[in-house]
């Protein structure tokens, strides 16, 4: 059977070293190499350095963009389809910006053991996904969350696109995919762990 773009599109998310989703793989040197020798591996490497460079442009320019901003069509097309996307009216990407690592807190200002000034290796309860979805749904009230994913990270930073229904739009009320989301029991929804990285940060996710 002959493979699908989206296909393609899914492998080379699944090796970014190798590919335009880009990793840190690869580098100026591993391109000259390959172009001298015109061997595999060298060329693996050389496309490795193209994938890292198109990757630190584009986080270049996330970095630059609020914390939530709307973007025109997802990134990972393939992973948004799967997950329920599709290019209609009523359905939103929203590109989201968190902060890795635990929690930030401060210092407590009256004196105690340091052991309890409850500062370092404070890991909140929820996913960084699922805080992502969250405060994507505060920004955009009116929407609900249908799913996310991952598309890129730094040494700081982890982005995530959030899928977006509008329950009140003609277009979804009549979709017979979506329109389960215009029920009123799944309004908030993601504030109650009913997303997939909800499900999962809940332990309701069951493998098979």
């Known amino acids: 059977m002959a ?3 989206y296909g393609f599109v899914r492998d080379a998310w699944k090796r970014p070293e190798t590919s335009y989703a880009g990793t840190n793989a690869g580098g100026r040197a591993g391109t000259r190499a390959g172009t001298r020798a015109g061997t595999r591996a060298g060329t693996r490497v050389g496309a490795g350095a193209a ?8 986080l270049v320019a996330w970095r630059r963009e609020p914390a939530v901003v709307r973007v025109k069509r997802p990134t990972r097309l393939d992973r948004a389809r799967s997950l329920g996307y599709k290019a209609k009216q009523g359905v939103l990407v929203v590109r989201v910006k968190v902060r890795r690592g635990g929690r930030r807190k401060q210092r407590p200002k009256h004196g105690r053991r340091p052991k309890r000034m409850g500062v370092h290796k404070i890991t909140p309860s929820k996913s960084l996904q699922r805080i992502a979805e969250e405060r994507a749904a505060r920004k955009y009230p009116n929407l609900e969350v249908l799913n996310s994913y991952w598309v890129a990270e730094d040494g ?3 982005w995530y696109e959030i899928i ?3 329950p ?3 277009a979804i009320k009549s979709d017979k995919s979506l329109n389960w989301i215009c029920s009123r029991k799944h309004k908030g929804r993601v504030f109650r762990g009913k997303t997939s990285a909800g499900q999962k940060g809940r332990g309701r996710a069951v493998g098979r």
């Open 156 to 158: 700081k930073r982890k």
């Open 168 to 170: 009140a739009n003609p």
């Open 164 to 166: 977006f229904l509008e």
């Open 3 to 5: 493979k699908s773009f």
């Open 51 to 58: 994938a890292r460079e198109l990757r630190q442009k584009r």
